[in-house]
């Protein structure tokens, strides 16, 4: 198993930048694929990013694409997400998820269902 917690979130103006983090606890964080998801006030959550055990491939989401990158450092157990030109449509709470990949092949995990764990989330607010 694997804890999540994420960190990072804050209020940041329109046009702004932030960085989060989600530090993962255990020895096998890397044979963990990892995602970003986020859910607005009112709305369902949705996919943001997702990126594979060993950084090597990625896939966001069309709303983000070019405006937010993710990584990972499996030395330090951390997948980050960093949200550059950000618009007030971007404010929802982000959550990291993980999902063990014990096959030889990626597929981009876009659906919450794909992933077994979860943190519990970090607030990113976007003033207009």
């Known amino acids: 198993q694997v804890q999540l917690v994420e960190s990072g979130g804050g209020l940041v103006q329109a046009g702004g930048s932030l960085r989060l983090s989600c530090a993962a606890s255990?020895?096998?964080?890397?044979?963990?694929?990892m995602g970003w998801f986020r859910q607005a006030p009112g709305k369902e959550r949705e996919f943001v990013a997702a990126?594979?055990?060993?950084?090597?491939?990625?896939y966001y989401a069309d709303s983000v694409k070019g405006r937010f990158t993710i990584s990972r450092d499996n030395a330090k157990n951390t997948v980050y997400l960093q949200m550059n030109s950000l618009k007030p449509e971007d404010t929802a709470v982000y959550y990291c998820?993980?999902?063990?990949?014990?096959?030889?092949?990626?597929?981009?995990?876009?659906?919450?269902?794909?992933?077994?764990?979860w943190g519990q989330g970090t607030q990113v607010t976007v003033s207009s």
């Open positions: 990126i594979s055990r060993n950084g090597g491939n990625t």
């Open positions: 255990g020895r096998t964080f890397s044979r963990y694929d």
């Open positions: 998820a993980a999902e063990p990949n014990r096959g030889s092949s990626w597929f981009a995990r876009k659906s919450e269902y794909d992933y077994d764990y």
